[in-house]
């Protein structure tokens, strides 16, 4: 099945830098959404995003939602220790059913 | 309950015997996903559940995976005659129709010796 293009794949930071990490897909979505995965734990979720060109915020995350329905963002601003962990992109595909595609997410390292 | 709860936590079997995984959904949630993720690896697709309607089995990888959601509400996910590439964490999430985002259960680590 489809599976989204999430980059980087890892990042190595340290502690109060932002981090940037991007997915694209070949074909349009209608919904694109980030988790968070922490090691033993299900991914959660952290910002949904409906609309083409919308940005959204929540706490120092601000995602975007690519014009083109094609590509997403996620940043993360100040980082900190507990931002640790595997992030997912994830989308539900235009005229698709509510099953999501999920990318192969990225694994963030923080130094403190 | 609360949230999404999944069973075992963690199994180790044999090759080739029968496993069941559980997964109890968030309570009202009409949709129900099965997902296998393997290490390092994004999460794919298994099985989807929407009400009565008939599942979206795409997903599933060969015809020893089955799963069923009985009354609506718990699902079953058997995995027949194990190997060991069936080695993974099985996440079962559930939604409300309409909304794109799932609550995941910290799912169940499943190792194939």
């Known amino acids: 099945g489809q599976q989204l293009n999430q980059s980087p794949q890892s990042m190595f930071i340290q502690e109060g830098e932002d981090v940037s990490m991007n997915c694209t897909s070949s074909?349009?979505?209608?919904?694109w959404l980030w988790y968070k995965q922490d090691p033993g734990e299900g991914p959660v979720l952290l910002i949904a995003l409906y609309k083409a060109g919308e940005l959204t915020s929540n706490g120092r995350l601000t995602a975007q939602f690519g014009i083109t329905r094609k590509d997403s963002f996620l940043n993360i601003s100040a980082s900190i220790p507990s931002d640790v962990g595997i992030y997912f992109c994830a989308g539900q595909e235009l005229g698709g059913s509510e099953k999501l595609v999920f990318g192969k997410g990225t694994k963030l390292t923080v130094n403190p | 309950g609360a949230g999404v709860s999944q069973s075992p936590s963690n199994k180790v079997t044999e090759k080739g015997k029968d496993v069941e995984l559980r997964c109890d959904p968030i309570?009202?949630?009409?949709?129900l996903y099965w997902y296998r993720q393997s290490l390092g690896q994004g999460l794919e697709f298994l099985i989807y559940?929407?009400?009565?309607?008939?599942?979206?089995k795409s997903g599933l990888p060969s015809d020893r995976f089955s799963a069923e959601r009985t009354g609506g509400s718990v699902s079953t996910l058997t995995i027949q005659r194990t190997q060991q590439e069936d080695s993974a964490v099985y996440l079962c999430?559930?939604?409300?129709?309409?909304?794109?985002?799932?609550?995941f259960g910290s799912g169940t680590r499943l190792t194939v010796v």
């Open positions: 999430a559930s939604s409300s129709r309409g909304f794109g985002g799932y609550t």
């Open positions: 074909s349009i979505f209608n919904t």
């Open positions: 559940f929407q009400g009565n309607s008939a599942p979206d």
């Open positions: 309570s009202g949630h009409t949709a």
